[in-house]
C-alpha cells in the first residue's frame, strides 16, 4: 500500500492531476514541430553531394544507410530529414557547413544517437551523421586515446579492453561518444578520474567557417566551453582522452519487490554513507513497469507485473576483479527478489547495464544533494515511482518508470577545472534523474508534463529536507527539453554566448538542435 504522503502530497498530486488533464500539452516537445520538406533543403542537399569528396556521401529516404543515420535509441528522438550525409574527412565537414551555412536551412549532427529529447539530433533539414569518425587510436607514449565522435562506448570499450586498457566513458550499453562527453559524462570510474570532460586532453573542431582547430588548455575559451558546451562551436570530430589501465572488474545487480524494498533501501543507504572506496561504484532504481518483458531484464518474476509493484533495484560495480572482502556484505546478504553476480570483462558488465528499448522515451534530472538519501527522500521517491507509474500507466498500459540514484563520493568533481558544465564545482549534486519508456503515441502528451511535476515536487522535498539546491545545476546530459539554461550553466551562460558569438558570429550552429547559446 502506498505510504503516507509528505509535505501534503495528497493535496498537491490532486492539482497535478487536475492540471495534467486539463492543460492540453500538445506533442512530445511542446513547439517542436516538422517544418515541411521544401525545394531549399533538397537542393542544399544536392549541393552538398556535389562539393563533397569520394570519402564522403549523401543518402536518401529509402536507402539503408540513411535509415541508418536517423535511428536513435528511441524513435520519439528521430525526425524525417531530407537527405542525410556522412562526412568522411574534416574538410567535407567544413563544406557542409559552408553549403548549409549559404541556404540557413535546419540540420542536425549525430553521434551516437542515445539523446531522449526531440530534435536534438535530428531535424527535417540536413542530417549529419558522424558514423566514419570511427577510429579508435591508442598513443602508448602519452598514455591517451582518441576516439572517433561517430562511436558508441560499446565500440570503444570493445577495441580497448583486450588490450587492458581504458577510459572514463558511458556506463550503459549504446551510449554515443559525443554528446556524453561534450555534456560532461558520469561515469562507473568517477569517483576515480571524475567526468569524461575531466579526462579530455584535445578536441579535434570544425569550426562553423570550416577552420580546423586542435582544441587544447592552452585555447582558454574554446577550452572551457567544450567541455559541458556541446554543439555550439562547430562539429568535434575527434576526443583525445587519457587512458589508465583496466583489469577485470566485478559488479552485481539485487532486486527487491515492495516487501524486502524498506529494509534494502535503509541498507543502501547505510552503505553510501559508510563505504568511501573510490573503486567501487553503485546505483539506486525505483522501477514500476507492467511489462514482462521489460521485467525480465531485471529479473524479476511474473507475479512481481501482476501487483503494479515498485522495484527496488541497486547496481554495484568494483573496479577489480573482486571487492575487499567484506565491503558489500550488508547489501549481499539482503534477501533479494533476484540476485546476480558478475565477474568478468569491463564490456561485459556493461552490457549487463542497460535500458529496454521503447519506441519512445523521455528523461529528466533532479538534483539531490548527499544527505538525501534516508527516510522522507527514499520514500518521495518510492511515492513518486507508485504514483507516476499507476498515472501513466493509464496512458501506455506497457509504461517503463524509472527514478535514478547515481551517487559518487563527496570530491568527484575537483578531478577537473573550470568548465562550461558544472558552473558550480563546490556544489558536489548526485546525479539522479526520472526515464520514461512507452509505446503509445497518443501518450506523448502527458509523459513530459509528468516528468516536469515530479522532478520539481522531488526537489521541493529535498528543500524541506534542508538540502541546499536553489542552485544545484540539473545536468546537461539528463535534462528534459524545454529545461531553461540559467539552471544548468548558471553565471557560466553569459560568457558562453560571449564565445559563441566569437566563433559562430553567423549562428550556424543555431540552425542544429540541442541547448542553444
Request: with cysteine; net charge negative.
Amino acid at each position: 500500500m502506498l505510504r503516507a504522503a509528505i509535505l501534503g502530497r495528497a493535496l498537491i498530486v490532486v492539482g497535478a492531476m487536475q492540471a495534467l488533464l486539463i492543460s492540453g500539452l500538445g506533442n512530445l516537445a511542446a513547439g517542436y514541430a516538422h517544418a515541411p520538406l521544401t525545394d531549399e533543403y533538397s537542393a542544399t542537399c544536392k549541393r552538398i553531394a556535389m562539393s563533397i569528396s569520394p570519402a564522403s556521401q549523401v543518402f536518401y529516404p529509402g536507402s539503408q544507410e540513411f535509415n541508418a543515420d536517423i535511428a536513435h535509441f528511441a524513435n520519439s528522438s528521430s525526425d524525417f530529414p531530407t537527405c542525410t550525409v556522412e562526412p568522411g574527412t574534416l574538410r567535407d565537414v567544413g563544406l557542409i557547413l559552408q553549403q548549409i551555412s549559404l541556404a540557413r536551412v535546419p540540420f542536425a549532427v549525430k553521434g551516437g544517437g542515445h539523446t531522449t529529447n526531440p530534435g536534438f539530433s535530428s531535424t527535417p533539414g540536413v542530417h549529419i551523421s558522424m558514423s566514419r569518425f570511427n577510429d579508435v587510436v591508442i598513443r602508448e607514449d602519452s598514455e591517451t586515446v582518441e576516439i572517433g565522435a561517430g562511436l558508441t562506448w560499446t565500440d570503444v570499450y570493445a577495441y580497448l579492453i583486450p588490450k587492458g586498457i581504458n577510459v572514463v566513458g558511458g556506463h550503459l550499453k549504446g551510449i554515443g561518444v559525443a554528446g556524453f562527453t561534450l555534456g560532461g559524462g558520469y561515469s562507473w570510474k568517477t569517483s576515480q578520474y571524475g567526468l569524461t570532460i575531466d579526462t579530455v586532453t584535445e578536441f579535434e573542431l570544425v569550426t562553423p567557417n570550416g577552420e580546423v582547430k586542435m582544441v587544447t588548455e592552452k585555447d582558454k575559451e574554446l577550452w572551457f566551453a567544450l567541455r559541458g558546451g556541446f554543439n555550439n562551436y562547430g562539429i568535434v570530430t575527434k576526443f583525445t582522452l587519457k587512458s589508465h589501465k583496466q583489469t577485470d572488474v566485478w559488479g552485481a545487480i539485487l532486486n527487491f519487490a515492495e516487501d524486502l524494498a524498506d529494509v534494502a533501501q535503509t541498507t543502501f543507504a547505510k552503505f553510501l554513507a559508510q563505504q568511501h572506496d573510490h573503486k567501487a561504484a553503485q546505483l539506486g532504481e525505483f522501477v514500476y513497469s507492467n511489462d514482462s518483458a521489460s521485467l525480465d531484464i531485471f529479473l524479476v518474476p511474473p507475479r512481481f507485473t501482476e501487483a503494479k509493484q515498485v522495484l527496488f533495484g541497486i547496481s554495484l560495480f568494483y573496479d577489480a576483479p573482486a571487492p575487499p572482502e567484506g565491503l558489500y556484505d550488508d547489501l549481499l546478504s539482503l534477501p533479494a527478489t533476484s540476485k546476480s553476480i558478475f565477474k568478468g570483462t569491463f564490456p561485459g558488465f556493461i552490457s549487463s547495464q542497460f535500458l529496454p528499448t521503447y519506441n519512445r522515451s523521455v528523461q529528466n534530472h533532479i538534483h539531490c544533494s548527499y544527505v538525501a538519501l534516508h527516510g522522507a527522500i527514499m520514500k518521495a521517491f518510492v511515492n513518486e515511482t507508485k504514483f507516476w507509474g499507476d498515472m501513466l500507466s493509464k496512458y501506455d498500459k506497457n509504461v517503463l518508470v524509472v527514478y535514478s540514484l547515481d551517487p559518487f563520493e563527496p570530491g568527484f568533481l575537483t578531478h577537473g577545472g573550470l568548465s562550461a558544465y558544472p558552473p558550480d564545482r563546490s556544489l558536489a549534486v548526485l546525479p539522479s534523474s526520472i526515464y520514461c519508456g512507452w509505446t503509445n503515441n497518443s501518450a506523448d502528451k502527458y509523459m513530459a508534463d509528468a516528468m516536469r511535476r515530479s522532478a520539481a515536487f522531488l526537489v521541493a522535498v529535498g528543500i524541506q529536507d534542508g538540502q541546499d539546491l536553489d542552485k544545484a545545476a540539473p545536468y546537461v546530459n539528463y535534462a528534459l527539453f524545454g529545461t531553461p539554461l540559467e539552471k544548468m550553466y548558471g553565471q557560466h551562460l553569459g560568457r558562453l554566448r560571449e564565445i559563441r558569438k566569437m566563433y559562430d558570429p553567423e549562428d550556424i550552429m543555431g540552425l542544429a538542435g540541442g541547448w542553444k547559446f
